[in-house]
């Protein structure tokens, strides 16, 4: 256990935006109603792939919307339907002309396909490279939690991304606990997490530690541990969040929080009276 890795979080693909203006609503036109109305139906995985007989209908938006609700409904059963191979030719040749949220909803869906194709994910790894600095980091966590757990040689990705999140002090303040979680679990699962990036992502999330779950407090702790830390403080607000949380322990939290502490925090350390232990037992924290 102690060299597992940390299971992935649940990531979600995004819905539309519902803030689109009503100039770009027109736009997209009666067809993207058709497909969010088929996918709502009765027999949803079957009426979106019926969509797909007349792809001059689709508009990059309309074609992702329908990819994102085939991967959430019917997963990576579908993908020997010929519907699911005429969107995801329409997606290949269309995907620069979808914004973030499009991007990171075709990663999720590619993710939950498990389709290691590489021309999809090659475009949506120059675009989200080229693009990270105006990305938003809930689109960015998505995107990367895909290609963590589907197309894990492109490191290049992480590389460049890497540079542009860790400044974004204000953004994170904005982003929610499940963004920030998804994008340390990217990172670690890449094996390439740093602490310039978990520093400025832990310390936000310990200024909203009593609303941390227990699990996202465990997955921070994992984080910790992948980069060997010595931040203490940041550290131990953690472990207190992980005790005081009111959801239940899971066996495999429990052993990835001791799996942690017990690199973090050496057993002979921990029974010498230094100074973690002094300072867990200030919290009213015994061990």
Known sequence: W????RPAPTVEGRRERPDRPAKVRQRLGT??????DAAESDAPVEALLSLTNDMSRFQPVSACTAFHRLAKLGGARVRDH???RRLKHYLRKHLRELDSLGQANVAWAMA????K???IWDGIEFVTAFEARRTPLKDISIILWAVAITQPQRSDLFRNIERSIAGRHKEMRRSSSQSLITILWSFGHMDMLTERLVLPIALELTRRSDRLKRRDAVTLLWAYKKTVTKDTDLILQVVARCLQATDAWTCED?????????MLFPAEAMSCGVQPREKLQACGLHV
């Open 2 to 5: 102690a060299g597992s890795e």
């Open 31 to 36: 067809f993207q109603d058709e497909v969010l």
């Open 82 to 84: 010929v519907g699911y």
């Open 112 to 115: 939950m396909f498990r389709d």
């Open 117 to 119: 194709e590489h021309t």
């Open 254 to 262: 429990l052993l990835f929080a001791t799996s942690a502490l017990s």
